[in-house]
T-cell receptor, first 114, second 118 residues
Framework: SQKIEQNSEALNIQEGKTATLTCNYT??????LQWYRQDPGRGPVFLLL?????KEKRKERLKVTFDTTLKQSLFHITASQPADSATYLC?????????????FGKGTKLSVIP | NAGVMQNPRHLVRRRGQEARLRCSPV?????VYWYRQLPEEGLKFMVY????????ESGMPKERFSAEFPKEGPSILRIQQVVRGDSAAYFC????????????????FGPGTRLLVL
């Protein structure tokens, strides 16, 4: 069965630095990959989507890369701010029984230290 | 501009009781998805519904769990005879278009219902 691993449970970085989060998967590549942000006590919020034939996507201070050879996606937050502190989830979309299913990683808890 | 609404936000049940979780999708969305998040685990897909239809229930436990999305009213996730292992956060998400024809369709998540079984 498909396994998704996010590099670490927790990541601490200094304000202003670039945070890099990793999402690795096994077996076959997904049709597309999404990144979400989840704050405590709240539901996930969609951030970015990247398709299997795309190498990189950007949105403001966020950048996502997708390497199907390495079976890995990297999520970067540049010029990080304390407000970026949250848990970040990667989700892979596979064709399931009649629909595309999202399979989520456990998440990486990012703490940006002032 | 209301997003996905879920109620109750917190639900406490004793073993053997029934739990009913409600989800009102974003206005205009007719596709609803339920996920479960166990402590220290990732979100797990449970079921995908369209109005009056179950499209994909491959993630639903075979017993005690059921879901519906009637023509009128919210989607309901029902757990009968709850056990301690059912304690988790249950999230509902909605989208505007059919996931099969628009696989990149963004899903909007609700705040979740935290179920605690004593």
């Amino acid at each position: 069965s498909q396994k998704i691993e996010q590099n670490s449970e927790a990541l601490n970085i200094q304000e202003g630095k670039t945070a890099t989060l990793t999402c690795n998967y096994t077996n076959y590549s997904p049709a597309y990959l999404q990144w979400y942000r989840q704050d405590p006590g709240r539901g996930p919020v969609f951030l970015l989507l990247i398709r299997e034939n795309e190498k990189e996507k950007r949105k403001e201070r966020l950048k996502v890369t997708f390497d199907t050879t390495l079976k890995q996606s990297l999520f970067h937050i540049t010029a990080s701010q304390p407000a970026d502190s949250a848990t970040y989830l990667c989700a892979l979309a596979y064709s399931g029984a009649g629909s595309y299913q999202l399979t989520f990683g456990k998440g990486t808890k990012l703490s940006v230290i002032p | 501009n209301a997003g996905v609404m879920q109620n109750p936000r917190h639900l406490v049940r004793r073993r053997g009781q029934e739990a009913r979780l409600r989800c009102s999708p974003v206005k205009g969305h007719s596709h609803v998805y339920w996920y479960r998040q166990l402590p220290e685990e990732g979100l797990k897909f449970m079921v995908y519904l369209q109005k009056e239809n179950i499209i994909d229930e491959s993630g639903m436990p075979k017993e005690r769990f059921s879901a519906e999305f009637p023509k009128e009213g919210p989607s309901i996730l029902r757990i009968q005879q709850v056990v301690r292992g059912d304690s988790a956060a249950y999230f509902c998400a909605s989208s505007q278009h059919h996931r099969q024809t628009s696989p990149q369709e963004t899903q909007y998540f609700g705040p979740g219902t935290r179920l605690l079984v004593l």
